[in-house]
Structure formats: structure tokens, C-alpha cells
């Protein structure tokens, strides 16, 4: 059986989301379907840190006993903990562009911080506001 590209060893200086995301484009390129499989690829490719760190998270019990979705959630509530929604949302308001930065790139540190903020609607409702607010105190520093 062939197979199609390759997954290296958990990186910290990658987000462990889209190390999943990266291992799953993996599964479905090699047409791995099986929980099974996905949970034996995991603990075989994602380093000796890692490891570890599973093995400490499902103690007593051993990680061939958890299913690979329970693996992966718990390794993400342990390196990403969800953040403070009300911290989110002053990081939102208090958003300003910077001069030397691109309309495009502040929208997206926009839609980014509204997402972290779980603001339902970043598109239509926030980024108006902040754009406004912002284009307003441009015009009053000229």
C-alpha cells in the first residue's frame, strides 16, 4: 500500500489544532478510516513529549484505551485552554489599527480577536464598528 505524505513529531511552535487538522489531511489521504488506526498513528508520530504528556493525561488508565477523538481533545484542553471570553472581548474594543498596517491584515486581527470573543456575527456587526471607529480617528488626527 502506498503511502502519501508524512507527519513529523509534534512542534511547539505549532498550534496542537492544526497539528490534528494536519494528521487528519493525513488520514484522508491514506484512506484511514479506522479509530483504531488513527489512535496507534497518533501515539506512534507525535514524539516522546507528547506521549508522555497523553499518558500522564489519562492515568490510570492507558492511551490504547481511549478512542482517538478523546486523545486529541484532551491533549487541546491541556495546551489551549479556552480563553477568557471578557479578556477576548477588551482585547476586541480596545483594537486599533496601526499606521503601518494593511486594511486586510487589520480585519483579519479583527475577525480573529471577534472569533476569540465568541462574537457570533464578526463580519457583519463588529468589524463595521471597529472600522468606523477607527477610519473616525484617523480622520481627526489629519
Known amino acids: 500500500m502506498t503511502t502519501y505524505g508524512k507527519v513529523e513529531e509534534y512542534d511547539e511552535s505549532e498550534e496542537w489544532p492544526q ?18 488506526k488513527k489512535r496507534a498513528i497518533l501515539l506512534t508520530v507525535c514524539g516522546a513529549k507528547i506521549y508522555k504528556l497523553i499518558k500522564d493525561l489519562v492515568s490510570p488508565q492507558k492511551p490504547k484505551d481511549k478512542s482517538f477523538e478523546e486523545l486529541t481533545n484532551l491533549v487541546k484542553k491541556h495546551l489551549n485552554p479556552a480563553p477568557s471570553t471578557i479578556v477576548a472581548r477588551f482585547k476586541l474594543n480596545s ?13 483579519a486581527e479583527i475577525r480573529h480577536l471577534a472569533a476569540m470573543a465568541q462574537m457570533y456575527c464578526p463580519k457583519c456587526c463588529v468589524i463595521d464598528l471597529c472600522v468606523v471607529s477607527t477610519m473616525r480617528s484617523f480622520k481627526e488626527d489629519c
Do not use: I, M
Open 19 to 36: 497539528y490534528c487538522e494536519r494528521l487528519e489531511n493525513f488520514f484522508d489521504a491514506n484512506e484511514v478510516t479506522d479509530g483504531g
Open 95 to 107: 483594537c486599533t489599527r496601526q499606521l503601518d498596517e494593511s486594511v486586510s491584515d487589520y480585519v
